[in-house]
């Protein structure tokens, strides 16, 4: 019997890709600040930076997801940050440890943004493991499809699709955010 490709090693891993209908630089943007996920993921209850200054390597967010009646708290610290083509983090929370990459580049409709987790389960979570891989795909694409929606009809222009927030000076972007793990479990 061969291995799953997809569960190796005690890890699920779960890839993907989406064209969205915004440039590379708007859709980056809007991702990278986490603030902005409980837009486009109905499970996300909550996301916030905790760590000062703009987002970058390092950064730390705290965010909540709810599932299946509960909510499940995560840290999420900014592990790579390459504006506007990488954001990769991991994630802590009891269920699991995960490792995010999303990677953003030109398409001739918008932006193609390409998407590597690696989720290792904790506890009876690691039987789960590939359950976790097939409902961790359909997850994924269910929020980045859902993203996608969101920033394709907001309205184009110089805005940025919901809250963007700014330096005082009303320069660039100041916001938090680096893909944090979107509510399995």
């Known amino acids: 019997m061969e291995a799953d490709p997809e569960w190796e090693n005690g890890m ?3 890839e993907g890709e989406i064209v969205i209908g915004r440039p590379v630089d708007v859709v980056f943007d809007y991702v990278a600040d986490q603030s902005n996920e409980p837009q486009y ?3 996300m209850v909550r996301a916030g930076k905790v760590t000062p200054g703009p987002v970058g390597k390092g950064t730390q967010f705290r965010s909540a ?9 995560m840290l999420i610290e900014c592990t790579g940050y390459d504006r506007p083509r990488l954001l990769e983090s991991t994630t802590t929370m009891a269920q699991a440890d995960i490792s995010y990459t ?6 001739a409709a918008g932006t193609r943004m390409r998407w590597s987790g690696q989720v290792r389960p904790k506890g009876a979570y690691r039987l789960l493991g590939p359950v976790i891989t097939w409902l961790g795909t359909r997850q994924e694409q269910r929020i980045w499809a859902s993203l996608k929606q969101h920033l394709e009809t907001a309205p184009a222009g110089p805005e940025k699709p919901g809250p963007a927030p700014t330096s005082p000076g009303g320069g660039e972007r100041t916001g938090s955010g680096c893909p944090g793990r979107r509510g399995r479990q």
Do not use: D, K, Q
Not at 65 to 73: K, L, M
């Open 102 to 107: 999303l990677r953003f580049e030109p398409a």
């Open 41 to 43: 993921n109905p499970h």
């Open 65 to 73: 997801v709810a599932s299946v009646g509960r909510t499940a708290e």
């Open 12 to 14: 699920a891993r779960i």
